[in-house]
């Protein structure tokens, strides 16, 4: 059975992801802290939970082209052009920085916006949000233990 733990960080993370102002570390850290959990349980939980958010943002932007034009659209075309700009000035590297607060949520939706290949993203952003909760988790352990 699986334990609501592992279900509240997953949706943490799920969340934490997105473009709401979640944040799922916090959750971690408290979970490890506990030591009534495994690290590499936490670890995948919170990993899976973190990419599958960003592969809404992804698909979100895939589709919000074509949205663009609607007077209620959050996003100004100035922005949009901004966005693509930097995009494909850096490129796909560029979602090494998707586990940074702030730039790294909407940056997988311009990800979708700009197109990038799925798989592309789904390693580089899995790549770079599982370093971050591991460094995460292996600090608090360190710090503690």
Known sequence: MISG???GLFFAAFGAATLLPLQSEAVLVGLLLSERYGLWGLWAV???????????????GRGIERLRHRRWFPVSPSHLEKARSHYQRYGHWSLLLSWVPVIGDPLTLVAGVMREPLGRFLLIVTLAK???????????LGWTG
């Open 5 to 7: 733990a592992y279900i």
């Open 46 to 60: 919170a990993t899976l939970g973190n990419v599958l958010g960003s592969l809404l943002n992804w698909w979100l």
């Open 130 to 140: 599982g370093a971050r909760y591991g460094v995460l988790a292996l600090a608090t």
